[in-house]
């Protein structure tokens, strides 16, 4: 952990970002699953592939035009847990441009194949705009 953090933060918050040395990275990780470190903040680095059902609130800081993605992201805070009430907190529009998780439907599209909507708009297989 960075010994210049003010002691009030010590064992609250880490940060864990593309260069974090691997051994680095892993401690800091099981020491937030252990409950020592309350706070995970990370950059481009837990959205996919990062596994603790326990993780109850996901911070959107950065956009992205993949529901995929998206969606990744936000399961991190949705996957079913004991006791947990998970939420997510969306700073860059997320959720408005591709809807709630709850809304995401598989449908047949007039082709004949299968899209993804939310709300009654599209999300697969079109071109998405900022």
């Known amino acids: ?15 864990v970002t593309g260069s974090t040395p691997k051994k680095e ?3 800091i990780l099981e020491r937030f ?3 020592e ?3 995970v903040a ?3 680095v837990l959205t996919t ?5 326990a993780l109850d609130t996901v911070i959107l800081a950065r956009p992205t035009m993949s529901l995929a993605l998206y969606y990744q992201m936000v399961g991190r805070a949705i996957r079913p847990y004991p006791d947990k009430d998970g939420w997510v907190v969306d700073l ?10 709850e809304d995401l439907w598989l449908d047949h599209d007039e082709r004949g194949g299968w899209i993804i909507t939310s709300n009654g708009k599209q999300l ?7």
Do not use: Q, W, Y
């Open 1 to 15: 952990m960075p010994k210049d953090l003010p002691k009030d933060l010590m064992g609250f918050c880490e940060v």
């Open 25 to 27: 990275r892993e401690a």
């Open 33 to 35: 699953k252990s409950g």
């Open 37 to 39: 470190t309350e706070v």
């Open 42 to 44: 990370n950059v481009g």
């Open 49 to 53: 592939g990062f596994d603790h059902p």
């Open 92 to 101: 860059c529009g997320s959720v408005t441009k591709f809807g709630k998780v």
């Open 124 to 130: 697969t297989n079109i071109m998405m705009t900022k």
